[in-house]
């Protein structure tokens, strides 16, 4: 169950009766099970319990296997057993014997404790690890293990997904090249074929598309015998035969016609001087006059509308009664041209689909043979691979080798299994139950999951399967008289009952729930463990479209919003929200503390305009907020800048680059500079720059002498750390530039590894890549998260916004490329690929497939709506902003009917009324928490009612920082706002870390955008904060302090009396005759004398001081206390520094 990790909760949280039961039982050791776990009910949690009941029940680490879908999960679930093991190492008997007692409900004895507190040293010795793994990740050390058997190189690579797209690419020119160097081979034809029917770049997403569905190519096109065999078997699935052509269906067309065309003008005179014709008959007429013409289309449009369906009407009453026969004859040749035009639209697929497989498998071909050669594999190989290798009848031993040290399977997040991948495990857990396998010793399968939240289609998850599985395995074990279970996991333990009950209504209807169960046709239900929790859920009136013309400046960006557009309004409505609950200090009731802006999750389906748009307003109203949860490397401006530096430096004529540069924080010159430097110059930007001796010139020119004789990895890094840029990025852009600025190192030591290390090839790979940058959204910092639902599943937030409420269920477009077989073909037929460009291309078998998918992206647009309610715990809002032509059945039309009246009053901020939900005051529910703790007391036992003893205290690590922050260190500054001196103080730390490090003219540059990128800091506040830290640094008594040989933030750590000992010093000074101590205090007014120093700071410079003395004896040691409220430097003599120590009871 994810987290944001600072849950606090006043309501106490016991577990019910009921769901402790279902908890023991899916982690019972002794049985297989299968858990269907809602949303926040904790199955992370039941899962790490039944590994650690194996474990504790003599099942060897190394015989257990958890295969997850992620890489995080796997991380997940890997923490949470060793920090129960590593738990149990630490306690005493009693508390040890409660925790087991606890898990399986039956009191241990001296054994069992004895074997639970090795379990953590057994875990970390099994070779090989507990095996904690993705599925990929399994399924590639099966292949190292067996690679002959696999028939795969034995030091086989794992290409990303930079590579294989790369590779991809490599092999479309080479296929393209062939085919236009051989126009009249089958790769040629193929190309101008598809070329009078789709554009350069279509073509290419076709063949990207193919290869996304390579398991449905043909195995080989690669002569005039394939390419009929595989054009005959195209047409035999959609019932053509091979005399089936354009050239003999527009034949069949005319020759074939129950109107003559011999008649044509006829009965178009005859409709023409018809004195009742109406204007249907005199169009009818006039297409066969046309179509007399030799304008066979025009015969087509009098019996078929543009979307190819039979005209309903052909003729007039009038005409059919005047004309019987005529009115006969033209009702079945409609029925013939119906069926002439779904043949000639079955020609027509078979044909293109022909085209585009030809050149599809040459690049497939290539693709697998440049893979070959780089004896690597991607991750698609991974599972296809070692499904093949388990499937071989001569590799049976190989699966029974490897199913000897496997007891224990468990599977997480099941519902995001794709039917390959439980292909694959049904193939492991094959031997539990059969033959050898089945032997008498418990072997065991657990999965867990939950198909309301199976939301990857587009990754190959289909949820349907999670049932048929289900029932397949419990067959299957049953029949081996093995136990197996289904246990429902219904308590949410995050969420209030505010928020489940809304959950639940909204998916009441059959409708509603269609696509969220599969086992029969029961609404999800959800019980609460959070009883007596306050929370609720909001609907705020949607945002609607104002009638004004929009204008915009012809230089706006293409995809700019306006500031009157809804999703504009909406996202300054939701950051005004949230700035007013910070600045009027509003409460969790729950946590008994502010909100803050951590407690808040924004979810869109997706990121557009309306993801931007929130980033942008909570950035103006200054709220903090952690960025994009994904990122394309080459578009983030601080990779924008690195390529630019490159290019400015590979080309002193780039004038725009170079522009680009200076304005950048790697030079951070003001736009009024650079202005003044480029008007009026005679020759280039970098001339102008040299000639004028701007203090950047030097280090432009020394970065021009590197950038050749350097790997670009290299060079980068010494541009980032040595001189400093990566502090600069960071100060300007904020901490979600770390991310962006570690993968693109990352990719130049990588692009070394392969390639010629050339910084104009590393400039050309990145800008071609289209590399994405997942950030890790659940890292417990103090930001609104902004995240689309996929990138939230398995987190959290106290309080939620449901902001795309309003977009259509499909959002993409149809895919064009689709898996058919042929009529009352058996289920183990293999599909065929077929292209249909657009629903009037259709034939019966595609439309029926198109239908079908729509079906599923409907149902999965009805999960997405259910894992985006579910992540909140305590508060969730509803609101969108809708647009001009809005679809049906989105999101808010299905909750804002579904929930009811609620109850009507005005939003927080004053704007408009709001509904909410519950309609009754929250106290109403205390009744129920009285009656679930007595429900609960049942299954309490006598220890939960006796004093716990006090635990031993452990030798702990003292912080000399800690000292700082007892009572006793407040002095003066208690006259300031507590927190508004600690803000002080953190900022004037910042800036003396970094401004000695930038050039003496362009420090207060520095500072004041340094401080200009903070939130809640007027002008007079940035421009105090500025003067305290350059006045201290310009400080000649300080000179030293700040000299080459200094250092900020500089950790230690040792030992003093017997404690354990790890700092930091604000700032160390190595002189030639001395080493000087610094420590930054934010007091005002400071001490007068060193006398009156709180004697907390003077035991944490006395620490400092008694480190240092011991890691360099012999040189004198100097302890500075700086004032910064008042520039005041202090030196605190030696021998207060030792009644210091003494009084602490450190000397």
Not at 157 to 180: F, G
Not at 310 to 335: C, H, M, S, W, Y
Not at 725 to 750: H, P, Q
Request: net charge neutral; glycine share 8%; with cysteine.
């Amino acid at each position: 169950m994810g987290s944001i990790g600072r849950r606090r909760m006043s309501t106490r949280l016991i577990a019910p009766p009921d769901a402790v039961l279902k908890q023991r039982l899916a982690s019972d050791p002794g049985l297989s099970a299968w858990v269907s776990a809602n949303a926040g009910s904790g199955k992370t949690y039941v899962l790490a319990r039944r590994v650690v009941r194996l474990m504790l029940a003599g099942t060897p680490p190394g015989a257990i296997l958890c295969l997850t879908f992620t890489k995080a999960a796997a991380a997940t679930m890997a923490n949470r057993v060793f920090g129960l093991l590593a738990e149990w190492t630490a306690l005493d008997d009693g508390a040890l014997a409660r925790t087991l007692e606890d898990l399986d409900g039956r009191k241990p004895g001296a054994d069992r404790l004895l074997r639970a507190r090795r379990l953590f040293a057994e875990a970390l010795e099994t070779p090989g690890g507990l095996k904690v793994q993705t599925i990929h990740a399994f399924c590639e050390r099966v292949l190292h293990q067996f690679p002959f058997e696999a028939n795969v190189a034995s030091q086989f690579t794992v290409l990303d997904d930079t590579s294989r797209a790369d590779l991809v690419q490599r092999a479309k020119l080479a296929v393209l090249e062939l085919a236009a160097g051989t126009p009249d081979g089958i790769y040629g034809r193929a190309l101008a074929q598809l070329s009078t029917i789709a554009a350069d770049q279509t073509v290419d997403d076709l063949l990207s598309e193919a290869l996304r569905l390579r398991d449905a190519l043909p195995a080989r096109i690669d002569d005039e015998a394939a390419l009929t065999r595989e054009i005959d078997a195209l047409g035999d699935m959609l019932g053509l035969v091979p005399t089936d052509t354009e050239a003999s269906l527009q034949a069949a067309l005319v020759d074939e016609a129950i109107l003559a065309a011999s008649e044509w003008l006829s009965v178009a005179l005859s409709l023409e001087s018809l004195p009742k014709a109406g204007a249907g008959d005199r169009d009818a007429a006039a297409r066969l006059r046309r179509a007399a013409g030799g304008e066979t289309d025009a015969y087509l449009a009098m019996f078929l509308t543009q979307a190819g369906s039979r005209r309903k009407t052909i003729v007039t009453k009038a005409v059919q009664t005047t004309f019987p026969d005529l009115g006969q004859r033209l009702d079945r040749e409609a029925e013939r041209i119906v069926a002439w035009d779904m043949k000639r639209k079955a020609v027509a697929m078979r044909d293109r689909t022909a085209a585009l497989l030809t050149l599809a498998v040459a690049v497939h071909s290539r693709v697998e043979a440049a893979k070959a050669a780089r004896g690597a594999l991607d991750f698609d190989d991974l599972v296809i691979r070692t499904r093949a290798l388990f499937g071989k009848v001569d590799a049976r031993w190989i699966l029974y080798k490897l199913d000897q040290g496997i007891d224990h399977i468990l599977v997480d997040e099941a519902q995001d299994t794709s039917p390959v991948q439980w292909e694959l495990v049904a193939e492991l857990v094959a031997e539990f139950t059969s033959g050898e396998g089945a032997r008498p010793g418990d072997r065991t399968l657990f999965v867990v999951g939950d198909e309301k939240q199976s939301i990857y289609s587009f990754q190959g998850a289909e949820p349907a399967h999670f049932a048929l599985m289900r029932r397949k395995f419990e067959a299957d074990f049953r029949k081996a008289s093995k136990r197996f279970e289904t246990v429902p996991l219904h308590f949410s333990f995050r969420s209030t009952a505010a928020v489940l009950g809304a959950v639940d209504t909204v998916f009441e209807a059959p409708d509603a729930r269609r696509g969220l169960v599969f086992d029969d046709d029961v609404a999800p239900t959800h019980s609460v463990a959070r009883v007596g929790a306050p929370g609720s859920v909001e609907l705020w009136p949607a945002v609607e479209p104002t009638d004004q013309p929009e204008v915009s400046p012809w230089t706006a960006p293409l995809d700019a919003v306006t500031p009157g557009d809804p999703v504009m309004r909406l996202a300054e409505r939701i950051a005004g929200h949230i700035k007013l609950w910070r600045d009027q200090g509003h409460r969790l009731p729950d946590r008994d503390r502010p909100i803050a802006a951590g407690d808040i999750l924004i979810l869109v389906r997706r990121r557009g305009a309306l993801f931007e748009a929130i980033i942008r307003a909570l950035k103006n109203a200054q709220v903090p907020v952690a960025g994009a949860d994904r990122m394309v490397l080459g578009e983030h401006i601080a990779v924008m800048d690195l390529l630019a530096l490159a290019d400015c430096l590979l080309t002193p004529d780039d004038d725009l680059s170079l522009a680009a540069v200076l304005k950048s924080p790697l030079i951070g010159m003001s736009e009024d500079a650079l202005l003044a430097l480029a008007s009026g110059r005679a020759g280039s930007l970098w001339d102008a720059l040299r000639i004028g001796g701007h203090p950047a010139a030097n280090l432009l020119a020394r970065w021009r002498n590197e950038v050749l004789a350097s790997p670009p990895a290299t060079f980068f890094a010494q541009v980032l750390s040595r001189d400093g840029g990566r502090r600069r990025i960071l100060e300007r852009l904020g901490y979600e530039a770390a991310d962006a600025l570690d993968e693109f190192l990352s990719r130049a030591l990588a692009f070394e590894a392969d390639e010629i290390p050339t910084m104009r090839g590393f400039l050309s790979a990145m800008r071609a890549a289209d590399i994405e940058v997942k950030r890790d959204m659940d890292l417990g910092r103090n930001e609104v998260r902004v995240m689309t639902v996929h990138g939230a599943k398995g987190l959290e937030a106290e309080i939620v916004f449901l902001a795309d409420t309003m977009s259509s269920p499909g959002g993409h477009h149809d895919p064009r490329l689709f898996r058919i077989k042929p009529p009352n073909s058996m289920a183990s037929a293999p599909a065929r690929l077929v292209w249909s460009p657009a629903k009037a291309s259709d034939v019966d078998l595609v439309t029926s497939a198109r239908d079908a998918h729509r079906r599923h992206q409907e149902d999965e647009y009805r999960r997405l709506l259910y894992v985006a309610m579910t992540r909140a715990a305590d508060k969730l809002i509803i609101c969108g902003a809708r647009p001009k032509r809005g679809p049906k059945d989105a999101w808010y039309d299905m909750i804002a009917p579904a929930l009811g009246p609620g109850h009507e009053e005005p939003a927080d901020d004053g704007d408009g009324m709001v509904r909410r939900w519950p309609a009754t005051p929250e106290s109403a529910t205390a009744p129920q928490a009285r009656i679930a703790a007595e429900r609960t007391a049942v299954l309490l036992p006598g220890w939960t009612r006796t004093r716990a003893p006090a635990p031993p205290v452990p030798r702990r690590t003292l912080t000399p920082s800690g000292f700082a922050s007892a009572p006793g260190a407040q002095g003066g500054a208690a006259v300031l706002d507590r927190e508004q001196a600690l803000r002080r103080g953190t900022l004037v730390h910042r800036l003396l870390q970094s401004l000695p490090d930038v050039r003496p003219g362009l420090r207060a540059e520095a500072a004041a955008t340094f401080l200009r990128s903070q939130s809640g800091l007027d002008e007079a506040a940035q421009a105090a904060i500025a003067r305290s830290a350059l006045a201290l640094v310009e400080d000649a008594r300080l000179a030293p302090l700040f000299g080459p040989t200094s250092r900020a933030e500089a950790a230690i750590a040792g030992d003093i009396a017997g404690h354990p000992v790890a700092g930091q010093i604000d700032r160390l000074a190595i002189l030639p005759d001395r080493i000087v101590i610094a420590d930054y205090k934010t007091n005002d007014p400071p001490p007068a004398t060193p006398g009156d120093v709180p004697e907390t700071y003077l035991v944490q410079l006395a620490i400092y001081n008694a480190l240092i003395g011991a890691i360099v004896p012999g040189r004198p040691v100097e302890t500075w206390l700086i004032w910064t409220a008042t520039g005041e430097l202090m030196v605190i003599p030696p021998a207060s520094l030792d009644a210091a120590l003494r009084g602490a009871g450190l000397a």
